[in-house]
């Protein structure tokens, strides 16, 4: 079982920054990817970024790539989603997730998550 906190939400004005973290404790696979999901009231689950803990492989959803950006601190145990330009649209609760996997047609899942942060984005 993986233990996922993340931290760092809160209220920003559009165009302000925010990074998110998220410590992971218990048995932590470095193998499987990490991610960041997030989730808009009335709206459906959206991928966000994944990245193994070798720091490999990042990627970035469309919708925010050359915003967002996914980086690992493996002494920390840690994921940090670093969120530049930021619109009222990313507006979400922001989580994060253990061994995430693509299964086609834009899905994902994955073992483990946490309780989320809220990113709140005014205009």
């Known amino acids: 079982q993986v233990q996922l906190v993340e931290s760092g939400g809160g209220l920003v004005q559009a165009g302000g920054s925010l990074r998110l973290s998220c410590t992971a404790s218990?048995?932590?696979?470095?193998?499987?990817?990490m991610g960041w999901f997030r989730q808009a009231p009335g709206k459906q689950r959206e991928f966000v970024a994944a990245?193994?803990?070798?720091?490999?492989?990042?990627r970035v959803e469309d919708s925010v790539k050359g915003r967002f950006a996914i980086s690992v601190d493996n002494a920390k145990n840690t994921v940090y989603l670093q969120m530049n330009r930021l619109k009222p649209e990313d507006t979400a609760v922001y989580f994060c997730?253990?061994?995430?996997?693509?299964?086609?047609?834009?899905?994902?899942?994955?073992?483990?998550r946490g309780q989320g942060t809220q990113v709140t984005v005014s205009s």
């Open positions: 218990g048995r932590i696979f470095s193998s499987y990817p």
């Open positions: 997730a253990h061994d995430v996997r693509a299964i086609g047609r834009g899905e994902y899942v994955f073992d483990s």
């Open positions: 990245i193994t803990w070798s720091g490999v492989g990042a």
